[in-house]
């Protein structure tokens, strides 16, 4: 074999050996990115869990607020001057905070109303 042939030669094994190994070089980044990306995955998954339940939980409250509203306009329509120890301020003020909070959660929560079955 002649020096032009041999060059030939070992320029076409060095390519090979280039292609194999740009080959692995390109195989382990795409692991990495599939790695990176099952993990974000997951991450925003829990995240998701987290924001439901939290989402969920601050509803809950709303309603309780909303619950306890109810409740103490009807004390103060069978109660009008209150009781003592519980003056009719005291009880307008509670309902005022609440009315307060509720209007705050509608507005940050959105429809708290559970999905229909």
């Not at 997951?42 to 809950?60: E, I, M, P």
């Amino acid at each position: 074999m002649d020096k032009r042939h041999r060059q030939a030669a070992e320029f076409f094994i060095m390519d090979r050996k280039k292609a194999a190994l740009a080959f692995v070089a390109m195989a382990a980044v795409m692991t990495a990115l599939l790695v990176v990306v099952g993990f974000q995955i997951d991450k925003n998954r829990s995240l998701a869990r987290q924001g439901k339940l939290a989402h969920d939980a601050l509803c809950a409250l709303n309603q309780r607020n909303i619950d306890r509203i109810a409740v103490s306009r009807k004390f103060l329509r069978d109660h009008p001057n209150g009781i003592p120890g519980v003056p009719v301020k005291l009880i307008r003020d509670g309902i005022k905070s609440d009315q307060s909070t509720v209007r705050i959660l509608i507005r940050t929560l959105g429809d708290c109303s559970p999905p229909p079955p």
